[in-house]
């Protein structure tokens, strides 16, 4: 039967998009084989111990936890052809706002509740002030990033708050068959994640915005609904990371979180994220954020000072970008018809 | 007999998969149109690349003012002489008149730019180009399409251009816009300066052309018919091997109950007081310039703009004003005029593109079905002949006419009972427009009403059962296609610009 027939031709070129994120993916798995070995030429002595490896991996990966999670919201942000600046600053609000003597009063639950509550609460502000207030991402962000900061310093009064919560201090540093809970409340995050961005018609909407938002407008889809359901998204990965870097630091401060904007925007941009949107993908998100997280940590066995460490980083940005670029410009080029 | 200014000789151009030029053979001589015809994907657009100096070919000569030449770029092959307006124009939308004219040449004065030289220099290219009204420091953004290209063209003539390449620049045009453009092309081809013209328009070519190559599958498989006395016939199987012309299937089945009701609607600048039915099974073909409001009319309709008065009632209800999602639910599709930025999303596959409004129903609690896409998605892509078949190609992919398919493709899954057109087949090739055409007539004869829109008169005609024209915003004729001719709708559509007193 015919129809059948268009659904298992066989495969040309074009069967090279989906390999794309694949062969990404293989270039950041290469890097952390790098920086583990120059870990390991920089420090034999520590790599030689394989309990001392492995811990350090589950430390790695614990360092990248909350990041993580909030990179997985800023990634369906770029994907659906936005940005979102306020992360850190939403963090740093949730944390504060769920630290107070007053939400602490209502226990674990209310903590929780209402980090992910008032998160999420702010991404939907986001997304209104920018689907139907018609603001562009960047500048209603940037606003947010501001606003957000100057009330988490407001409620806290610029002091510490410290997490009196056992249950949410416990949360760090318990470890289920050896892996910490917080690398299991990633690896949870980024699996739903790359479901609901792959699998859903939530997803579907994302990618097609993203790629086209006049298009899809035009095919009937709800723009403007699911600009607001993006950066309310965005929002609630904040709150739960509020909540991991509460358990993790057992306190919270309206400093907190400061440049994890950067970082997602940047661990997704590595991770082959299209920041003109339509593209990208939670698995790439993922092991950019991994890499920074290795590398952060070589720097900290290596003894070398951050400043050192953050160079390093922009200039990993800047290649990884530089590789996408040359070869999106070959797709293009492969694209247009002759 | 003039000279020969551009000689091109066995060139070949390749992409990974794909020979897009097969040996190539053209002679431009000085002061002549030269039409260049070919269906999509026959490798115009590649030509041009080569010319202007985009691609590079990897055989054969190109002989430029009798020496070989090599373009390294873009830039070179303006300085030798060699302009080209793209299809899709290539100006900066935010700068001015005269900062587009002269982009990258811009005339200065210790590296500071010289803005009154430039803009009395744009000025005079203006003013041999027929159109002094054009405000020189008007943004570019803020003209019509006509105003664009007439900048692009006043670009070409600042490099000094001995020969400039037009890739269908008639497309974006209405039809009193092309009698100018063609009164510009005969005062340059006065000057000496030759000019490419590529066009899907038979007529056109009669019109302003003096000799016709024709390419093929990356071959020149005609080179210097006579572009006024060859036959049609012999154009048209040139370029597609067999001999079809404009064919319109027989009509079928009458028009049932009215579907879609128009009153009385308006919106400022745009359409005033427009009152239309539409019935099932009955196609609509609205006649009209670009700028008449037709366009406009469709969308608003659809839905993608509110009108300031007036209501849009669809099978007995009134559409909420201004939702498209409320429209689709109710039954109504749009093809709308610019595929690639209105309708595609070029770098996903062709399947996600067909079920780009009905995904959420394959869906099962929110999960998507990709199975049940691609199935249906394929049922289309056989049923309208898409070329390539594979679904999981990259819409971009596709030639114009396929990735048109695509879009009215999307229409005919789920319950579409009314189709809006908006120039279905612009920059779509013959074979793919009669195939448009019988889907089309198909769908009318399942009893889905079809609203189109269209520059070309004869296809309005040929397609619609009832015809209403457009200017100026306005309604002014409804009637019957068969008690109208080409001459009378274009009388009509045209009255108004040259004699303003006749309505």
Redesign the interface.
């Known amino acids: 039967m ?6 298992v ?1 066989r495969g ?3 069967r090279t ?1 989906p390999t794309e994120s694949l062969w990404r993916n293989l270039g950041l798995v290469g890097v952390l084989v790098v920086l583990f070995v120059i870990g390991a030429i920089i420090r034999p002595d520590l790599y030689g111990d394989s309990d001392w490896v492995v811990n350090n991996m589950l430390v790695i990966l614990q360092q990248a936890a909350a990041i993580g999670v909030v990179t997985v919201g800023v990634t369906f942000v770029i994907i659906g052809g936005g940005i979102d600046l306020s992360v850190g600053a939403l963090i740093a609000l949730a944390g504060v706002w769920s630290t107070t003597l007053a939400t602490q009063s209502y226990g674990a639950g209310g903590m929780i509740f209402a980090a992910i509550a008032v998160g999420t609460i702010a991404g939907a502000l986001n997304g209104l002030l920018i689907a139907y207030g018609r603001l562009v991402p960047f500048i209603a962000t940037l606003a947010m990033l501001v606003a957000a900061r100057g009330l988490a310093a407001q409620i806290s009064g610029k002091q510490t708050q410290v997490s009196g919560n056992q249950f949410i201090n416990g949360i760090a540093t318990t470890r289920v068959a050896g892996i910490p809970m917080l690398v299991i409340i990633l690896a949870v995050a980024a699996a739903l994640g790359w479901v609901l961005l792959n ?6 909407r994302t ?2 915005i993203g ?2 938002a ?9 723009v403007r609904r699911h600009t607001l359901l993006l950066y309310a998204l965005s929002g609630l990965c904040c709150g739960i990371g509020a909540i991991m870097l509460t358990s993790l630091a057992t306190s919270a401060q309206a400093a907190a979180a400061e440049l994890y904007e950067l970082d997602a925007i940047a661990a997704a941009i590595i991770g082959g994220t299209l920041l003109s949107g ?2 990208g993908t939670i698995v790439g998100s993922m092991f950019g954020v991994i890499v920074f997280s290795a590398i952060t940590n070589l720097f900290a066995i290596a003894n070398l000072p951050t400043e050192v460490q953050n160079m390093v980083k922009g200039g990993i940005i800047v290649l990884a970008v530089l590789i996408q670029q040359i070869r999106f410009r070959s797709l293009t ?3 247009r ?2 | 007999m003039s000279e020969t200014v551009l000689e091109l000789d066995g060139v070949v151009k390749e992409f990974p998969g794909v020979r897009a030029l097969d040996g190539v053979h053209l002679q431009v001589r000085a002061g002549e149109v030269h039409c260049l015809l070919g269906q999509n994907g026959a490798g115009k657009s590649t030509l041009i690349k080569v010319l202007a100096g985009v691609h590079k070919p990897d055989a054969g000569t190109v002989t430029w003012q009798g020496s070989p030449v090599s373009f390294a770029n873009p830039q070179a092959a303006m300085k030798a002489g060699i302009a080209t307006i793209y299809q899709e124009l290539d100006l900066v939308d935010h700068l001015s008149v005269a900062e587009n004219v002269f982009l990258g040449q811009e005339p200065s004065r210790f590296g500071f730019v010289h803005r009154r030289t430039a803009a009395s220099r744009t000025r005079t290219v203006l003013q041999r180009l027929g159109h002094p009204e054009i405000p020189v420091h008007r943004l570019v953004e803020a003209l019509p399409s006509a105003g664009k290209q007439i900048v692009s063209m006043a670009r070409a003539l600042s490099h000094e251009a001995k020969l400039i390449i037009m890739d269908e620049p008639s497309a974006v045009l209405a039809h009193d816009e092309v009698a100018n453009l063609f009164r510009i092309i005969r005062e340059l081809t006065a000057e000496g300066i030759a000019v490419v013209y590529i066009s899907h328009r038979l007529e056109e070519i009669r019109e302003i052309g003096d000799r016709v190559t024709v390419l093929k599958d990356g071959r020149t498989s005609a080179v210097d018919l006579p572009a006024r006395t060859t036959p049609t016939r012999d154009l048209v199987s040139k370029m597609t091997g067999r001999s079809i012309e404009y064919v319109f299937p027989p009509r079928e089945g009458t028009p049932g109950e009215v579907l879609l009701q128009v009153s009385g609607l308006s919106r400022a600048q745009e359409f005033h007081d427009v009152s239309f039915t539409v019935r099932t099974g009955e196609i609509v073909g609205i006649a009209g310039l670009v700028g008449s409001g037709r366009s406009e009319l469709l969308e608003t309709v659809y839905g993608a703009r509110t009108p300031e008065s007036g209501t849009v009632s669809f099978a007995g209800r009134n559409l909420p004003a201004g939702s498209v999602a409320a429209a689709v639910r109710a039954g109504l599709g749009l093809a709308p005029e610019e595929r690639k930025s209105q309708a595609l999303l070029l770098a996903e596959p062709v399947y996600r593109n067909i079920t780009l409004t009905t995904f959420g129903r394959y869906a099962h609690g929110g999960f998507t079905d990709a199975g049940r896409e691609q199935a249906e998605a394929s049922r289309i892509a056989d049923a309208l002949e898409l070329r390539p078949r594979d679904v999981r190609r990259p819409a971009g992919t596709l030639s114009g006419g396929n990735q048109q398919k695509v879009v009215v493709g999307r229409w005919l899954l789920g319950d579409t009972r009314l189709l809006l057109l908006d120039e279905p087949t612009r920059g779509v090739d013959v074979g793919a427009r009669a195939e448009l055409y019988q889907v089309i007539r198909d769908l009318a004869r399942r009893g889905v009403g079809v609203l189109l829109v269209s520059s070309e008169v004869p296809e309005v005609l040929g397609l619609a059962d009832r015809v209403l024209v457009m200017r100026e915003g306005r309604l002014i004729k409804q009637a019957p296609a068969g008690e109208l001719t080409e001459d009378d709708v274009l009388d009509l559509v045209m009255a108004g610009s040259l004699s303003p007193t006749s309505s």
């Open positions: 015919t129809a059948q027939t268009s659904v031709e040309g070129w074009w998009i699998r859903t018609t939530f997803g579907r990618v097609a790629s086209n006049e298009a899809a407008r035009l095919a009937g889809i709800n339509g593209r080029a492969l694209f018809k002759p």
